[in-house]
């Protein structure tokens, strides 16, 4: 053998010797089953987060516009017949009748299953008119008023424009009246006719006012629901006549429950609907059931099942969005002792 062929053989690498690299097909295999059982349960858990997510923040937005709705429509309520006086005192209306609202109505007086109709359990939604006068703003007479003469009030240039509607009273009359023109110092006009509306029809009031008299803004407020240009259902309010103003969205139902006291002890004998009072003046309190719904669809995975009624016997939601009912019962500060 030559030096050659025996380097050659000592520089061969021996069978013992030699090393696998790499991974063999099965821990290829089980890798793969690892990561996708890994990626399962990392798109699950992220799938949950969202999920979860999106029920609390519909829910979190129901309970909110449940609130907002109930604080509009308590406040209102519990205010309302507040004219200033310990009684209501006869009102007398001098404005034309064009104006879509009557003011000198009943304090307060509902409408009865004539709103839309989103739920069908509860059928159409009803509607509430409020009729009152905000005492905040009351500023005195400056002088004795007789009946053709314009208002002097004591506050000079009092926080009122023109066109709005106020009440003069001495809390045995009261005539209701609209600002012809703008206030000067402290005299108001009360003219016929103009370029405001509804405008008034006489520029005499029904009596003299003498200087214990006082006045203020007199507001008629619609509680009603309505939809948007998309068809979603919102909560409105009108004031005076005007065109409804945006007050919560997504409320699909409006119910109001009237608490009338048939016998004068200043409790409420029951809570009936609309067209079962046979005097809103006897009405003390009022039960309100509002529902709302979220904005998103697909936040459960089956229709809500809930006592939309009152009854005690649940319903089917219509959709998939999270629903919930919310109730108060307001008393009516004014007509109680």
């Not at 690299?21 to 890994?38: D, P, R, Y």
């Not at 949950?48 to 029920?55: L, N, T």
């Not at 017949?81 to 064009?98: K, N, Y």
């Not at 005097?279 to 979220?294: F, H, N, P, Q």
Request: glycine letters at 10%; charged letters at 20%.
């Amino acid at each position: 053998m030559t030096v050659l062929s025996r380097a050659r053989r000592r520089c061969a690498p021996s069978p013992q010797g030699r090393r696998m690299h790499g991974f063999t097909l099965v821990e290829l295999m089980v890798a793969l089953t690892i990561s996708a059982i890994l990626t399962a349960g990392a798109i699950q858990i992220l799938y949950s987060s969202r999920a979860g997510f999106r029920s609390n923040e519909a829910l979190a937005r129901v309970q909110e516009n449940g609130r907002f709705s109930m604080n509009f429509l308590a406040q209102d309520v519990r205010g309302l017949a507040g004219f200033g006086c310990a009684q209501q005192p006869e009102v007398t209306s001098q404005l034309d009748s064009g104006g879509g609202f009557s003011i000198t109505g009943p304090a307060i007086q509902g409408g009865e299953g004539t709103g839309i109709d989103i739920i069908r359990a509860t059928g159409p939604s009803d509607s509430l008119t409020i009729r009152t006068a905000d005492a905040k703003q009351t500023v005195g007479l400056s002088e004795n008023i007789h009946a053709g003469e314009n208002v002097k009030v004591t506050a000079p240039k009092p926080d009122v424009d023109q066109g709005d509607i106020l009440m003069i009273t001495d809390c045995a009359n009261a005539d209701v009246f609209q600002v012809s023109s703008p206030p000067s110092g402290s005299v108001i006009t009360h003219n016929a006719g103009g370029s405001v509306s509804p405008g008034n029809n006489a520029n005499d009031f029904s009596t003299d006012y003498g200087r214990d008299g006082n006045v203020f803004p007199a507001r008629e407020t619609i509680y009603s629901l309505g939809t948007d240009a998309a068809g979603n259902p919102q909560l409105e309010r009108a004031i005076n006549g005007a065109a409804p103003e945006v007050l919560v969205d997504n409320v699909v139902d409006l119910q109001f429950l009237y608490g009338e006291d048939f016998d004068n002890d200043n409790v409420a004998n029951a809570y009936i609907d609309a067209s079962q009072v046979s005097e809103w003046d006897e009405v003390i309190a009022v039960r309100t059931r509002v529902t709302i719904r979220s904005n998103e669809q697909a936040i459960t995975e089956d229709p809500v099942q809930l006592d939309f009624n009152g009854d005690g016997a649940d319903e089917a939601a219509p959709d998939n969005r999270l629903y919930q009912t919310f109730t108060t019962t307001t008393a009516i500060r004014n007509r109680l002792p």
